[in-house]
């Protein structure tokens, strides 16, 4: 019934469902820890109206950063909590977005806005030892692969795209082309 009021709502108002389909697939890993320095995502893509959610977490914790490599729309904002028992100061030199968030005790967060895509390096002061990627995208349409190499993309507007890969520290991965169809899946191994 709900579906029927929003295909009903969408004719009133002019609109058309869109038609999306999933992307899923393989990567090579070898375990969680590359798996976690991975993301697979659509090069560019339109955007969904409304925007997707613009929340996301990078947290501090055993003097780490977890997760390794953050993959995040432009326009999100990222909560740097410290869930650890020390202090940290984390900041970043990127090109892409500079800041400096000074020391701040355990239990405490701040929040950093990413407006353009790129690669942003990020560091703590205190333990240079600590080191993320904010890997700010143009587009939703990206997955982290699990420890064994599968991945799924859903909602994906059908069309043709580059499917590319980002790697913390590991060589470069080809890109693929995939088309996406209206309904169902495709697959794509790298």
């Known amino acids: 019934m709900k579906?029927?009021?929003?295909?009903?709502?969408?004719?009133?108002v002019g609109g058309s469902p869109v038609q999306a389909g999933t992307i899923t697939g393989s990567i090579p890993v070898t375990g969680a820890a590359e798996a976690?320095?991975?993301?697979?995502?659509?090069?560019?893509?339109?955007?969904?109206?409304?925007?997707?959610?613009?929340?996301?977490?990078l947290l501090q914790k055993g003097a780490r950063f977890s997760p390794t490599v953050l993959p995040i729309v432009s326009?999100?904002?990222?909560?740097?909590?410290?869930?650890?028992?020390?202090?940290?100061s984390v900041f970043s030199k990127s090109e892409i977005k500079q800041f400096d968030l000074g020391v701040y005790p355990p239990g405490s967060a701040k929040a950093v806005s990413f407006e353009r895509p790129g690669t942003v390096d990020v560091f703590c002061a205190i333990h240079p030892r600590m080191n993320a990627v904010v890997?700010?995208?143009?587009?939703?349409?990206?997955?982290k692969p699990d420890?064994?190499?599968?991945?799924?993309?859903?909602?994906?507007?059908a069309g043709s795209y580059s499917l590319r890969?980002?790697?913390?520290?590991?060589?470069t991965v080809p890109q693929q082309q995939i088309k996406v169809p209206g309904a169902g899946s495709a697959s794509v191994n790298f």
């Not at 579906?3 to 009133?12: I, K, R, T, W």
């Not at 890969?165 to 060589?171: A, C, H, K, N, P």
């Open 75 to 88: 326009g999100s904002d990222v909560d740097m909590t410290n869930d650890d028992w020390v202090a940290h």
């Open 3 to 12: 579906s029927l009021f929003c295909v009903a709502l969408l004719a009133v």
């Open 147 to 157: 420890a064994q190499g599968q991945f799924s993309i859903e909602g994906v507007p």
């Open 165 to 171: 890969v980002y790697r913390l520290g590991g060589g």
């Open 135 to 143: 890997l700010v995208l143009q587009n939703p349409y990206f997955a």
């Open 36 to 57: 976690d320095r991975t993301v697979v995502f659509i090069e560019s893509a339109p955007t969904p109206p409304g925007g997707p959610a613009r929340h996301a977490k």
